[in-house]
């Protein structure tokens, strides 16, 4: 079962990967993780996520353009595959069916 | 983000991205190099441009996980293998061709590598010590530390008290085993005829729980519970018993009481700090020192040492403050005192030189640190040595290696090339040093007396294992620069132009010449300079003369008897008793008050020595006032003192005026003394030494354990061997033990002897360095400007200038070497070193500056024989060839 599985913080990375469309690279993914979500990512974290995402074949990438403020060094961009979509979809579905059977009364009284 | 241009400009550390784009694989670098360096801009400008470089450094390390490294590939490690051959040919070759430049690398690498190896050594016997014992690590000796009247000034001892030992035991919980060791066990056994001296310990039964000391006859566990019970070693049983079964039987101790051997334990191991010959049973002093022994006394901490062990993971700092609640509880039992207890664990026994009573020798971190720290550097520098000459050298090499890179070398490759070169040649030296090794090791261990007690320096396995490694690294570090070096060569410059002109930066190697001389010049003017305070110390006005007297311990026979034997002889001059042999480092004391100043409750503690009335006389000591003691007989009670100046000044005593102190009376050890006269201060510790300022003469006939004989004769070895025949008649069991007063002193300061003796072989080596290295350095650069020299001879340069010419620039270099290093040496002796000890000699900057223009010399003459070989050469024969 582990492979197929999404952690926490690599559903939060495809999502972004996702949301980012066609400027999803390490930085920028970082960036906007710590903006929506408030706490501070470290780069060398989501590049170990990125990198685990691509081995189990949810994100893919390629390289991009050279930059000035890059040292001339060019981006990786990252975009979500389709098993990547179908893992997300498949996360959001396991949520719904406990947030369609949670009763609101219940959920007021805590 | 939009930096502006200045932003854009600032650049992260360049080795730090160099060392990423090594360790990272090549699909992950671009990208994270990118990342990185984004950072590191917006950094900059948040942050500023030295913390930005700070954190890109810190990410860099960061990054360096098991995703990212590259995977060490297979291919080049067999390339790597299948050159190696082609790798050691080369090498071999370039050694054999360039014999002066080989030689001068393996001696210079050889001499060093030597004093490596005895570094290691001494450091591989140190830390075997004890390892035979099996709960070594959780072992602890209990150590303390004496304060009376809130004086700190004492050290930590290796010694305990009983009562200590008691007290762990009976109330401490979470203590495995303890055992109280207490010295002094020493004497003569009796068995039918034959006499045999032993010494050793009184221990308690537990002694075979805490040590793993093998007991081959006899039960542990009661061996040494009932008194008058001794445990013999092997060695020892066989001395007294031969072959025969020791057990059961009984022998007389001392021409008193007899005991039984109950047990032989298998040798002591060299390795191990406690040595003895036999131990008896504790619980015979009860017995036969039950009144002189203050058995339960918290205060006896001067001849016990308390061993014990403790189980896993005990928390030392919890042990600790119960010791302390110990200390604070039994401290009331005696006034004044306070006892600090503390543990110490058996691994460090070894380097605990600064603690007083130790129950062997000890080897002293310190020394260790020192001279580490002086091998350390004599191998850095012939390192460096080998690292200068190598990239000298580049203009011969350069080509091979441009050739090399062509056909597919890459800079790997190059550099494992001469990382194998570095490494043969330092195995070479290795082999060489090996030899030095065997040749020194004698000369080292007899330096000091106790050194031999100590080390063996054995070459086991173990060592060569060590002493391999340690050529490798030595190799590896010294080839890595030439290796980089070589690696960096532009293939195409080389091939095209040949004009490749090696290293243009030469001040690195000049800095290195200085340094090396700087410390050459130190090494000889430090050697220098303590050997003067060596001769000045053995040569140093005592206050007494010490000429012609031979010190004779009694060890035990009557004195009268002795004396009247020696009377005979016509070389006897006269003859003197004492207790202690003064001036060579023994101190004897005791409390001393003055009760004519009635304030004056407390007293001071004072040195004293116990003489009868010969004494002053044969050595010379002036009275200022008064008289000598008279003879008495040996059973009269001690009533008289002798004083010298510094007594009167500390109590005030007769308004410090010698006559109309006589007469008066001190308190010394709860007697009362008259002062029947005042002496002269004379140097009662060594000469090196301001303490024990205060000091007595007493007179008692019973406490004598020297004879101090004068005598006058031209033959001294006839004398002395007729001595030994008196003493061979009286006591025919023990060896004499007789020593001329002036050597004793001079052996008192062994140390300083033995610092000389290391300093200046230290010395030696780096002066053998520096100029091997001088000659390398030399020999390049005349070689390089042959041509040049050969035209100026043609246009009519007279040898003399030319030998000017070369010289000068070394020449200057050593007099800067000569300029820094002495005033550094005058300014540490001056400052560090002279306010430490006392009655020092001052400085001879004469001497030193011999020394210097020694060293000088020597590298002169390196320069002028290789110069002048250069400057004598037949221009036509350089020319001809262009």
């Known amino acids: ?110 | 983000m939009e930096g502006d241009m200045t932003d854009v400009n600032h650049k992260p550390p360049r080795w730090a991205t160099r060392f990423l784009r090594w360790y990272c694989r090549p699909e992950l670098a671009e990208d994270l190099e990118g990342d990185l360096h984004e950072f590191f801009q917006r950094n900059v400008a948040s942050a500023g441009l030295r913390q930005a470089r700070w954190i890109y450094v810190l990410d860099v390390l960061k990054f360096l996980r098991l995703y990212t490294v590259r995977q060490p590939s297979f291919f080049h490690f067999l390339t790597h293998w299948i050159m190696l051959r082609s790798y050691l040919t080369t090498s071999g070759r370039n050694m054999v061709r360039h014999k002066l430049f080989s030689f001068i690398n393996i001696a210079g690498l050889a001499v060093s590598m030597s004093v490596g190896l005895v570094v290691i050594g001494v450091l591989s016997d140190v830390l075997s010590y004890d390892t035979f014992h099996v709960h070594r690590d959780r072992t602890y000796r209990l150590i303390s530390r004496y304060e009376y009247m809130g004086d700190k000034g004492n050290s930590f001892m290796a010694t305990s008290s009983q009562r200590a030992a008691r007290l762990i035991r009976e109330n401490f919980s979470g203590v495995e085993e303890l055992v109280a060791v207490r010295g002094q066990f020493q004497g003569d056994w009796q068995l039918g005829e034959k006499i045999v001296p032993l010494n050793g310990f009184w221990t308690q039964p537990s002694f075979f729980n805490v040590f793993s000391f093998e007991l081959i006859q006899g039960n542990a566990a009661t061996a040494l519970q009932k008194p008058f019970s001794v445990v013999l070693t092997e060695t020892s049983a066989r001395k007294l018993f031969g072959d025969e079964d020791p057990i059961g039987k009984t022998m007389v101790f001392n021409k008193d009481r007899s005991y039984t051997v109950t047990g032989v334990v298998k040798d002591i191991p060299f390795f191990s700090h406690i040595k003895f010959e036999m131990l008896g049973s504790l619980s015979t002093l009860e017995i036969v020192a039950a009144e002189e022994w203050r058995k339960d006394a918290w205060d006896d901490v001067w001849n016990t040492w308390v061993y014990l062990r403790l189980p896993p993971k005990t928390e030392l700092a919890d042990f600790d403050a119960r010791l302390a609640q110990l200390s604070a509880h039994e401290d009331p039992s005696v006034p004044d005192t306070h006892i600090e207890l503390d543990l110490q664990p058996m691994k460090e026994i070894m380097f605990s030189d600064s603690m007083g009573n130790q129950i062997g020798p000890v080897m002293g971190g310190t020394l260790l640190w020192v001279f580490g720290g002086l091998a350390f550097v004599v191998i850095v520098s012939a390192g460096l040595n080998y690292t200068n000459l190598s990239i000298a050298r580049a203009l011969r090499r350069t080509r091979e290696v441009g050739v090399r890179k062509a056909i597919g070398a890459m800079r790997s490759h190059v550099m494992m090339q001469f990382l194998v070169e570095a490494m043969l040649i330092s195995l070479c030296a290795l082999s060489l040093a090996l030899v030095c090794f065997i040749l020194l090791r004698p000369h080292f261990l007899t330096i000091e007396p106790d050194i031999q007690k100590m080390f063996t320096l054995q070459l086991s396995p173990g060592v060569l294992v060590m002493f391999f490694v340690f050529a490798v690294v030595v190799g590896l570090l010294a080839g890595l620069v030439p290796s980089l070096f070589f690696a960096n060569v532009r293939t195409l410059q080389v091939l095209k132009g040949g004009s490749f002109q090696g290293p243009q930066k030469v001040t690195g190697r000049k800095v290195l010449m200085v340094v090396q001389y700087c410390i050459s010049i130190i090494l000889v003017c430090v050697s220098i300079g303590v050997y003067r305070q060596y001769i000045h110390y053995i040569n140093y006005d005592l206050g007494f003369s010490t000429e012609n007297i031979l010190n004779l311990s009694l060890q035990g026979n009557s004195a009268n008897v002795l004396k009247k034997e020696l009377a005979d002889l016509p070389e006897v001059k006269g003859m003197a008793q004492s207790m202690i042999v003064t001036s060579v480092g023994n101190y004897w004391g005791t409390n001393m008050r003055y009760p004519g100043n009635p304030l004056d409750t407390i007293g001071t503690g004072v040195s004293y020595n116990t003489i009868d009335e010969h004494y002053l006389p044969l050595h010379g000591h002036q009275l200022i006032a008064g008289r000598n003691f008279l003879p008495k007989p040996d059973s009269a009670r001690e009533t008289e003192v002798i004083v010298n100046q510094q007594v009167l000044k500390r109590f005030d005593i007769g308004g410090q005026e010698p006559e109309k102190a006589l007469g008066d009376v001190l308190r010394v050890d709860r007697k009362d003394m008259t002062i029947v006269g005042v002496m002269k201060d004379f140097s009662y510790g060594r000469a090196n030494d301001r303490t024990s300022r205060e000091i007595i003469f007493r007179h008692d006939p019973r406490q004598v354990r020297w004879l101090n004989i004068k005598i006058q004769s031209d033959d001294w070895i006839a004398t002395y061997e007729k001595i030994e025949a008196i003493w061979k008649r009286i006591d025919p069991n023990h060896p004499m033990e007789a020593r001329f007063y002036n050597d004793q002193i001079a052996e008192s300061f062994s140390g300083l002897k033995a610092t000389v003796k290391l300093a200046g072989f230290l010395a030696f080596l780096a002066i053998c360095i520096a100029s091997l290295g001088l000659l390398g350095m030399v020999v390049f650069t005349t070689e390089v400007r042959m041509k040049e020299i050969s035209i100026r001879k043609v246009m009519g340069a007279s040898e003399a200038t030319l030998l000017f010419l070369l010289g000068r620039g070394f020449m200057l270099l050593l007099l800067l070497a000569a300029g820094i290093s002495v005033p550094l040496v005058v300014l540490g002796f001056e400052q560090v070193v002279f306010p430490n000890i006392a009655n020092h000699a001052p400085i001879n900057l004469g001497e030193m500056l011999w020394g210097v223009v020694g060293v000088l010399a020597v590298a002169l003459l390196t320069i002028v024989t290789q110069s002048l070989k250069t400057a004598r050469a037949n221009p036509a024969e350089v020319l001809k060839n262009e």
């Open chain 1, 1 to 110: 079962m582990k492979g197929t599985n999404l952690g926490e913080f690599e559903e939060l990375v495809l999502l972004t990967i996702a949301t980012l469309v066609s400027e999803a690279y390490s930085v920028a993914i970082c960036d906007d993780l710590a903006q929506k979500t408030g706490r501070g990512v470290k780069l060398g974290v989501v590049h170990s996520v990125l990198n685990r995402l691509e081995e189990k074949g949810l994100a893919k990438s390629h390289l991009g353009e050279a930059t000035k403020e890059r040292g001339g060094k060019r981006k990786r961009y990252y975009t979500v595959t389709n098993a990547g979509k179908a893992a997300l979809v498949r996360a959001k579905e396991m949520r719904d069916q406990y947030w369609n059977i949670l009763p609101e009364l219940k959920w007021k009284g805590i």
